[in-house]
C-alpha cells in the first residue's frame, strides 16, 4: 500500500459479493440489505476535478478549495476534497487520501 | 393516447423582479397564456407548476393551489412538481399525460421561479438542496462545480479548447440580444470571458448562467379542441420523455455524458418517429457553456467529442445547420430554475408559429431538453407545427 493512505470501509454485498460506497444501505446490484465491511485504501484514479472558487453558504470551508471525483482501486467512486489547491492536478492522475477533516477525505496526488 | 396541442403561451421577463412575489410572477405568465390560448378559464381542468426553491427562498410553498385560487380556476387538482431545474420539464409532461390519457382535456402549466433576492452564496445553497448531501454535497461540491469537472473529464478526453467552448457563450449572448425576455443583453467577447472571474476551474463567471426571477406558462388541450381553434397555428406534442440518471457522481458511468438525456432523447425519437437529422431547431439545458456541448452530444445532434468545434464552426448559429439556443439559452434569456423547462417550450412554439424575435427559417420541428441535479433527471419534447 501506498505509504500515508488511508484506509476507508466500505460495504461488501454479503448475496452479490460487490462492493458499495460508504454508507449504503442497500446494494444497487441486487437490493440486499445484508452487507459486511471490507476496508480498502483510498487510493484511485481522478474521473473530474475542479476548484470551488465560491463556497455556498454552509459548505465548512476557508475560501476556495480543490475538489476531486476518483474511482478507487477497489472499485466504488467517491467525491472528496483536495488537501491542498493543485490546478494542475488533472483526470487519470492518481491520488490516495492521507488525512481527512470533518468526515471529509481529503486527497493529494500520489508521489512517484 | 390522445393527441395534445399547445394552444397558449406566456412568460414574463427574465432578470430581477424586485417588486413581484413569485405567485405574482407565476399569474402574470398564466394569465397571458389563456388569454393567448382563446381558452376560456373554467375549461381548464387541470394545473401542474414547476418549482424547485421557492420554500427555501421565498418561504413560499402551495404555489400550485395558491395560483389557482388568485386565478379563480375552477376546483381543479394543482400539482406542484420538484424535480431540481427540470421543474418546468416535469411539469409540462404531466399537463402532456392528464391530457394524452383523458384525466383532463385542457391543463395549465406553469414554471416560476423567484432568487434575485437572496445572496449568490444563499442562491448556490438553496439549489445543493438537489444534491446528494450525504456525499457529494458533504464533500463541498456545487452544481457550477459539477461542470468544472465534467469540463476537466472532456477536455482530458476530446481536447476541446477554451476558444471552442467560449464560442456557445458568445453565441447565445449574442441570441440574447433580440430576445425581448433575456436577462443578459450585453454582447461579450472572447476576451471578455477570459477575463471574467474563475468560478470553478475552468469555468468563469460568463460561462455560468445568471441567477434570475421569472415564470412561464402554457396552455395544453387535446389536438380535437385545438382544430375549433383559429388565432394561431396549431403546435401539436408529438413526444414528451422523462428520465432518471445519476443521482450523485458516484453512479455516473461517463463523465462526459449525462445517461438521463441519452435514454429520454432516444425514447423521444422512437414516440415521434423521427431521427435528429430532421430537427429543425433545440432549445437545451446550457446552464453552463460545458453543458451545451455535452447536451448536443447526448441528444445525438453531433458525434461524440465533436461538440465544441462544431458550435465554433457556426453550426448551431440561428442561420447555422441546426440552430441551438437561438433564445439565448439559459446563459443569455436566464435560468429562473423552475421556469426554465416551460419557457424553452414557449421559446419553441414562437419559432413554430413563426413569430420568434430569432427566427429560425421554416421552423416546422423542434426539440426542448431539460436536465435537473447531477443529470438524475431530464425530460425532452419534440414539437411540430402543423399547416
Same mark, same amino acid.
Given at each position: 500500500?501506498?505509504?500515508?493512505?488511508?484506509?476507508?470501509?466500505?460495504?461488501?454485498?454479503?448475496?452479490?459479493?460487490?462492493?458499495?460506497?460508504?454508507?449504503?444501505?442497500?446494494?444497487?446490484?441486487?437490493?440486499?440489505?445484508?452487507?459486511?465491511?471490507?476496508?480498502?485504501?483510498?487510493?484511485?484514479? +481522478?474521473?473530474?476535478?475542479?476548484?470551488?472558487?465560491?463556497?455556498?453558504?454552509?459548505?465548512?470551508?476557508?475560501?476556495?478549495?480543490?475538489? +476531486?471525483?476518483?474511482?478507487?482501486?477497489?472499485?466504488?467512486?467517491?467525491?472528496?476534497?483536495?488537501?491542498?489547491?493543485?490546478?494542475?492536478?488533472?483526470?487519470?492522475?492518481?491520488?490516495?487520501?492521507?488525512?481527512?477533516?470533518?468526515?471529509?477525505?481529503?486527497?493529494?496526488? +500520489?508521489?512517484? | 393516447?390522445?393527441?395534445?396541442?399547445?394552444?397558449?403561451?406566456?412568460?414574463?421577463?427574465?432578470?430581477?423582479?424586485?417588486?413581484?412575489?413569485? $405567485?405574482?410572477?407565476?399569474?402574470?405568465?398564466?394569465?397571458?397564456?389563456?388569454?393567448?390560448?382563446?381558452?376560456?378559464?373554467?375549461?381548464?381542468?387541470?394545473?401542474?407548476?414547476?418549482?424547485?426553491?421557492?420554500?427555501?427562498?421565498?418561504?413560499?410553498?402551495?404555489?400550485?393551489? &395558491?395560483?389557482?385560487?388568485?386565478? %379563480?380556476?375552477?376546483?381543479?387538482?394543482?400539482?406542484?412538481?420538484?424535480?431540481?431545474?427540470?421543474?418546468?420539464?416535469?411539469?409540462?409532461?404531466?399537463?402532456?399525460?392528464?391530457?394524452?390519457?383523458?384525466?383532463? #382535456?385542457?391543463?395549465?402549466?406553469? %414554471?416560476?421561479?423567484? !432568487?434575485? =433576492?437572496?445572496?449568490?452564496?444563499?442562491?448556490?445553497?438553496?439549489?445543493?438542496?438537489?444534491?446528494?448531501?450525504?456525499?457529494?454535497?458533504?464533500?463541498?461540491?456545487?452544481?457550477?462545480?459539477?461542470?468544472? !469537472?465534467?469540463?476537466?473529464?472532456?477536455? =482530458?478526453?476530446?481536447?476541446?479548447?477554451?476558444?471552442?467552448?467560449?464560442?456557445?457563450?458568445?453565441?447565445?449572448?449574442?441570441?440574447?440580444?433580440?430576445?425581448?425576455?433575456?436577462?443578459?443583453?450585453? &454582447?461579450?467577447?472572447?476576451? #471578455?470571458? &477570459?477575463?471574467?472571474? &474563475?468560478?470553478?476551474?475552468?469555468?468563469?463567471?460568463?460561462?455560468?448562467?445568471?441567477?434570475?426571477?421569472?415564470?412561464?406558462?402554457?396552455?395544453?388541450?387535446?389536438?380535437?379542441?385545438?382544430?375549433?381553434?383559429?388565432?394561431?397555428?396549431?403546435?401539436?406534442?408529438?413526444?414528451?420523455?422523462?428520465?432518471?440518471?445519476?443521482?450523485?457522481?458516484?453512479?455516473?458511468?461517463?463523465?462526459?455524458?449525462?445517461?438521463?438525456?441519452? $435514454?429520454?432523447?432516444?425514447?423521444?425519437?422512437?414516440?415521434?418517429?423521427?431521427?435528429?437529422?430532421?430537427?429543425?431547431?433545440?432549445?437545451? =439545458?446550457?446552464?453552463?457553456?460545458?453543458?451545451?456541448?455535452?447536451?448536443? $452530444?447526448?441528444?445525438?445532434?453531433?458525434?461524440?467529442?465533436?461538440?465544441?468545434?462544431?458550435?465554433?464552426?457556426?453550426?448551431?448559429?440561428?442561420?447555422?445547420?441546426?440552430?441551438?439556443?437561438?433564445?439565448?439559452?439559459?446563459?443569455?434569456?436566464?435560468?429562473?430554475?423552475?421556469?426554465?423547462?416551460?419557457?424553452?417550450?414557449?421559446?419553441?412554439?414562437?419559432?413554430?408559429?413563426?413569430?420568434?424575435?430569432?427566427?429560425?427559417?421554416?421552423?416546422?420541428?423542434?426539440?426542448?431538453?431539460?436536465?435537473?441535479?447531477?443529470?438524475?433527471?431530464?425530460?425532452?419534447?419534440?414539437?411540430?407545427?402543423?399547416?
Amino acid at each position: 500500500m501506498t505509504a500515508g493512505t488511508l484506509t476507508i470501509r466500505l460495504g461488501k454485498c454479503l448475496r452479490c459479493g460487490t462492493l458499495q460506497g460508504p454508507d449504503a444501505q442497500v446494494c444497487r446490484d441486487c437490493l440486499s440489505t445484508e452487507f459486511t465491511d471490507q476496508e480498502v485504501p483510498a487510493i484511485g484514479t +481522478v474521473i473530474g476535478m475542479t476548484v470551488i472558487r465560491r463556497p455556498p453558504a454552509g459548505i465548512k470551508a476557508d475560501g476556495a478549495y480543490g475538489i +476531486v471525483s476518483l474511482r478507487l482501486d477497489a472499485g466504488p467512486q467517491l467525491t472528496g476534497r483536495l488537501n491542498s489547491i493543485d490546478e494542475t492536478c488533472s483526470p487519470g492522475d492518481r491520488v490516495h487520501a492521507t488525512t481527512a477533516r470533518d468526515g471529509i477525505l481529503q486527497f493529494e496526488r +500520489v508521489k512517484e | 393516447m390522445r393527441s395534445v396541442s399547445i394552444l397558449g403561451i406566456g412568460s414574463t421577463s427574465f432578470g430581477m423582479h424586485p417588486d413581484h412575489r413569485i $405567485e405574482q410572477l407565476a399569474e402574470r405568465a398564466a394569465i397571458d397564456a389563456i388569454a393567448d390560448s382563446g381558452i376560456e378559464r373554467e375549461r381548464i381542468g387541470a394545473l401542474y407548476l414547476g418549482n424547485f426553491v421557492s420554500g427555501v427562498l421565498n418561504g413560499q410553498e402551495i404555489l400550485a393551489g &395558491l395560483v389557482a385560487d388568485n386565478l %379563480g380556476l375552477p376546483n381543479i387538482p394543482c400539482t406542484k412538481v420538484e424535480g431540481a431545474c427540470a421543474s418546468g420539464g416535469i411539469a409540462f409532461r404531466h399537463a402532456y399525460l392528464a391530457i394524452a390519457t383523458g384525466q383532463c #382535456d385542457v391543463a395549465l402549466v406553469i %414554471g416560476a421561479e423567484k !432568487m434575485s =433576492h437572496k445572496s449568490s452564496s444563499e442562491v448556490a445553497a438553496a439549489l445543493n438542496c438537489a444534491m446528494d448531501n450525504a456525499t457529494d454535497g458533504l464533500a463541498g461540491l456545487t452544481f457550477p462545480g459539477v461542470f468544472g !469537472m465534467v469540463w476537466s473529464a472532456y477536455a =482530458h478526453r476530446y481536447g476541446a479548447t477554451r476558444d471552442d467552448i467560449s464560442a456557445v457563450v458568445i453565441k447565445n449572448k449574442t441570441n440574447g440580444l433580440r430576445n425581448p425576455l433575456a436577462q443578459m443583453k450585453k &454582447l461579450v467577447s472572447a476576451e #471578455d470571458i &477570459l477575463r471574467s472571474p &474563475l468560478i470553478c476551474d475552468p469555468l468563469r463567471l460568463f460561462d455560468c448562467c445568471p441567477i434570475s426571477d421569472g415564470a412561464s406558462a402554457l396552455v395544453l388541450a387535446t389536438t380535437e379542441i385545438a382544430k375549433t381553434m383559429h388565432s394561431h397555428p396549431r403546435v401539436d406534442v408529438l413526444a414528451s420523455a422523462q428520465t432518471r440518471g445519476s443521482a450523485h457522481l458516484a453512479t455516473q458511468s461517463d463523465p462526459c455524458s449525462f445517461t438521463a438525456t441519452v $435514454e429520454a432523447a432516444r425514447q423521444a425519437y422512437a414516440t415521434a418517429g423521427i431521427t435528429s437529422d430532421q430537427l429543425d431547431f433545440v432549445e437545451l =439545458h446550457d446552464c453552463f457553456s460545458i453543458a451545451e456541448v455535452v447536451d448536443s $452530444e447526448d441528444l445525438g445532434l453531433v458525434k461524440r467529442g465533436h461538440g465544441a468545434r462544431w458550435a465554433a464552426e457556426g453550426n448551431s448559429s440561428v442561420s447555422g445547420s441546426l440552430p441551438i439556443n437561438a433564445s439565448g439559452g439559459l446563459l443569455a434569456k436566464g435560468h429562473p430554475v423552475g421556469a426554465t423547462g416551460v419557457s424553452q417550450i414557449y421559446e419553441a412554439v414562437l419559432q413554430l408559429r413563426g413569430s420568434h424575435a430569432n427566427q429560425v427559417r421554416d421552423a416546422a420541428l423542434g426539440l426542448t431538453h431539460n436536465l435537473g441535479g447531477t443529470g438524475v433527471v431530464c425530460t425532452v419534447n419534440i414539437l411540430a407545427r402543423q399547416s
